[in-house]
T-cell receptor
Framework: GAGVSQSPRYKVAKRGQDVALRCDPI?????LFWYQQALGQGPEFLTY????????KSGLPSDRFFAERPEGSVSTLKIQRTQQEDSAVYLC??????????????FGPGTRLTVT | QKEVEQDPGPLSVPEGAIVSLNCTYS??????FMWYRQYSRKGPELLMY????GNKEDGRFTAQVDKSSKYISLFIRDSQPSDSATYLC???????????FGAGTILRVKS
C-alpha cells in the first residue's frame, strides 16, 4: 500500500522567500508529525496533529514556522522569510491511532530544503 | 547535554559480524524505545520498539532496554552489507507523542 508521501522532494529557496511543504499521510492515520533533520543529526520534533487539531507545536523554532491540517488528512508546513539556518530535511510521519499506539510512526522520504 | 546520546560512528564491521549499537538517555519519563534505520536520502524506517525494560527479538535483531541504567541497545546478528545505514534510537514518554531521537550511528558492513 501507499506510504507517507511528501512534496516537493527538493526545494531551493532564496533567503527571505516563503516555502510550503506538503505531506500526504497514510490513509486513515489519525496522527501526523513534522520533524526537522539537520545534516548528521537525528530528527527533531516540530509539531503534532491529531486529525485536524494541532495538539503540540512546542518544537516549532520560531513564529516563521506554521503548520496546518485543515481536513485531518493532508498537512502543509509553511516557513516564512526563510533563513539559512532553516536548511534541513523536513520529515513527515503518520501513525494510526492516538496515545498508546502513537509510537508506531511511519515516515515519508522528506523534503530537502536548501536556503541560499 | 542532549536528552538522548548516541555515538555517531562510523562503525565498520565485516560481513557476518555481530553489531552492537547503543544509546543513553537522561529523561526517566521515557517509556517507549524505538530503533529506526535510515538509508541515505530516505526517511527513517521503524525496526523495533520496546515498552519499558526488557528484551525483544525479531529475526536477526534484538533490542534491549535497561531503564535502571538509562541505556538501550540494538544487536544485529550475521550482519549483511544491506544493513549498512544510519541507525537511530528514539524514545517517547508514556502517553506522550513526540519522539526524541539520538543523532544516529552510521554502520558500514563490508563484504
Amino acid at each position: 500500500g501507499a506510504g507517507v508521501s511528501q512534496s516537493p522532494r527538493y526545494k531551493v529557496a532564496k533567503r527571505g522567500q516563503d516555502v510550503a511543504l506538503r505531506c500526504d499521510p497514510i490513509s486513515g492515520h489519525v496522527s501526523l508529525f513534522w520533524y526537522q533533520q539537520a545534516l548528521g543529526q537525528g530528527p527533531e520534533f516540530l509539531t503534532y496533529f491529531q486529525n485536524e487539531a494541532q495538539l503540540d507545536k512546542s518544537g516549532l523554532p520560531s513564529d516563521r514556522f506554521f503548520a496546518e491540517r485543515p481536513e485531518g488528512s493532508v498537512s502543509t508546513l509553511k516557513i516564512q522569510r526563510t533563513q539559512q539556518e532553516d536548511s534541513a530535511v523536513y520529515l513527515c510521519a503518520s501513525s494510526l491511532g492516538e496515545w498508546e499506539s502513537s509510537y508506531e510512526q511511519y515516515f515519508g522520504p522528506g523534503t530537502r530544503l536548501t536556503v541560499t | 547535554q542532549k536528552e538522548v546520546e548516541q555515538d555517531p560512528g562510523p562503525l565498520s564491521v565485516p560481513e557476518g559480524a555481530i553489531v552492537s549499537l547503543n544509546c543513553t538517555y537522561s529523561n526517566s519519563a521515557f517509556q517507549y524505545f524505538m530503533w529506526y534505520r535510515q538509508y541515505s536520502r530516505k526517511g527513517p524506517e521503524l525496526l523495533m520498539y520496546t515498552y519499558s525494560s526488557g528484551n525483544k527479538e525479531d529475526g536477526r535483531f534484538t533490542a534491549q532496554v535497561d531503564k535502571s541504567s538509562k541505556y538501550i541497545s540494538l544487536f544485529i546478528r550475521d550482519s549483511q552489507p544491506s544493513d549498512s545505514a544510519t541507525y537511530l534510537c528514539a524514545m517517547s514518554e508514556e502517553y506522550g507523542n513526540k519522539l526524541v531521537f539520538g543523532a544516529g550511528t552510521i554502520l558500514r558492513v563490508k563484504s
